[in-house]
């Protein structure tokens, strides 16, 4: 993409509203615009990472074995007066009358409706499991909406919901979500901590949170610093094996982690001193085994291998998809913006043409941008007019993991700079050298 034919509305000034550093950059970067509060539309760079992330989320889901489908926004009032949770839920939820006087209501979330497109096609023990997921909006009326998108009033959401014969069964599907939450985290940069939780309106026993590390958490957490050390990494797991994916629940889920919900001073003292940690997170997902709280009441069942018809066990397990931009740029960021991790950046590299007009310089541009594209890599090329200061300053505060820096000078001497927007780090090299480096660095992201 040129700068000068793309939709990047930069601040230059602060936005006074915003109190958070991740909403700050957000505004300042021209990701989002604020529409009511809690409700925001998604300018084109920030529209860009939402589907990064839920591109990253759709290929984790399916690699362990998930079903996308996409269920509506609106909902019919009557199937959550099955689940009794049409009283229940209270004022989050907003409810809505259509012109025939019937209510419904903007989905917080769809457990009753996935139960009710299982009960109409699934009769057997023999179509299980069956885990389905999609990534739709969800409207929360939220008492205090702020901190942008981290809590929204509408906020992309994606959850799934598992269909097993037995608890068993259903604990496996709990624990192969542990697992592929783990995977997808990492790919974003992020590192999100499995902490025991309290399971909410949601209902059931058991339950975790994955939360982020970050000052400006809304949940205090408690865990055992040793988590820290843990990486997923590259393991090839295979999500069907129950052992397997035993193995790295207790590995990521044995050491001491809570939320204040379910925190416990007496088991959270035998954690060695030196390595007790108490800080503030920001939860990104959340999985929840529930057993039959909803297919019993909405008559979900399956016939079993005995021909006797029984509820099946369920479970459902959300991902913050909107929320995560804020968590990643509360994770990764400084003084002059956003830095985005390679795995979710809006572009993979930015270009700065140092003197644009200039024939050799605009040349090697344009050449650098071709190559770029030949890579299946996306460039944010600055061909405008403006001065190279101002170019950079939009440059790092948008947060583009490299940039590419032509200028005449040193194209004399048959160099281009890559700079590193982490470190600040930069290296002359010849175009094509640094084209290579671009393609080492996003191979198998
Ligand atoms: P919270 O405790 O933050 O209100 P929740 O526990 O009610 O969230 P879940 O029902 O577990 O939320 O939803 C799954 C995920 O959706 C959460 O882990 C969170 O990342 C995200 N989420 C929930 N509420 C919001 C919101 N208001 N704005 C943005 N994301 C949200
Ligand atoms: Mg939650």
Redesign the pocket.
């Known amino acids: 993409m040129r700068l000068s034919r793309y939709f990047l509305p930069v601040l230059k000034e602060t936005p006074a509203e915003a109190q958070i550093v991740s909403h700050r950059l957000m505004l300042r970067a021209g990701m989002i615009k604020q529409q009511a509060a809690?409700i925001y539309s998604w300018l084109p760079l920030g529209y860009k990472v939402l589907r990064r992330i839920e591109q990253i989320v759709h290929e984790e889901q399916q690699r362990a074995g998930h079903i996308p489908l996409l269920m509506p926004t609106l909902q019919p009032a009557d199937l959550w007066r099955e689940s009794g949770r049409y009283d229940a839920y209270g004022p989050e939820m907003l409810r809505v009358r259509d012109r025939h006087d019937r209510d419904m209501l903007y989905g917080p979330?769809n457990e009753e409706m996935i139960t009710d497109i299982f009960r109409s096609h699934v009769g057997s023990y023999k179509d299980l499991p069956l885990t389905l997921y999609h990534i739709q909006w969800?409207f929360?009326d939220?008492v205090r909406?702020r901190f942008g998108?981290?809590?929204?009033?509408e906020?992309l959401?994606k959850?799934g919901y598992n269909f097993d014969l037995t608890k068993e069964d259903a604990l496996h599907a709990y624990n192969r979500h542990l697992v592929s939450y783990l995977r997808t985290y990492e790919r974003m940069g992020l590192q999100a901590i499995p902490m025991r939780a309290d399971s909410?309106p949601?209902g059931g026993d058991d339950t975790h949170?994955?939360l982020v590390l970050a000052d400006t958490g809304?949940s205090e957490v408690f865990y055992d610093s040793e988590i820290t050390d843990l990486k997923f990494g590259d393991r090839d797991i295979d999500y069907d094996n129950v052992e397997q994916c035993q193995a790295v629940l207790e590995e990521f889920t044995s050491r001491y982690a809570r939320t204040d919900e379910t925190h416990d001073e007496a088991l959270f003292a035998q954690v060695p001193e030196a390595r007790r940690r108490v800080a503030r997170g920001i939860?990104?997902?959340?999985i929840f085994y529930f057993g039959t709280k909803y297919s019993e009441p909405m008559g979900a069942t399956v016939q079993g291998q005995d021909g006797v018809k029984q509820p099946v066990h369920m479970g459902s397990h959300?991902?913050?998809v909107?929320?995560?931009l804020g968590a990643i740029i509360e994770a990764s960021h400084d003084d002059r913006g956003i830095i985005w991790p390679e795995g979710v950046t809006p572009f993979h590299v930015g270009i700065v043409n140092l003197k644009s007009g200039d024939a050799a310089a605009d040349a090697a541009c344009d050449a650098l941008y071709d190559s770029v594209a030949a890579l299946g890599l996306e460039a944010l090329y600055d061909d405008t007019s403006e001065r190279a200061g101002g170019k950079f300053a939009t440059m790092d505060l948008i947060g583009l993991p490299w940039r590419i820096t032509v200028g005449p000078r040193g194209l004399k001497n048959g160099v281009v700079e890559l700079t590193s927007r982490r470190t600040g780090e930069s290296e002359e090299l010849p175009p094509d050298q640094a084209i290579a480096r671009l393609a080492t660095i996003y191979a198998g992201l």
Do not use: A, C, N, W
């Not at 998108?149 to 009033?153: A, C, S, Y």
């Open positions: 809690g979330t969800k929360r939220e909406p998108v981290m809590r929204g009033r906020f959401m959850d909410g949601i949170e994955f809304e939860e990104v997902g959340q959300g991902i913050g909107s929320r995560l």
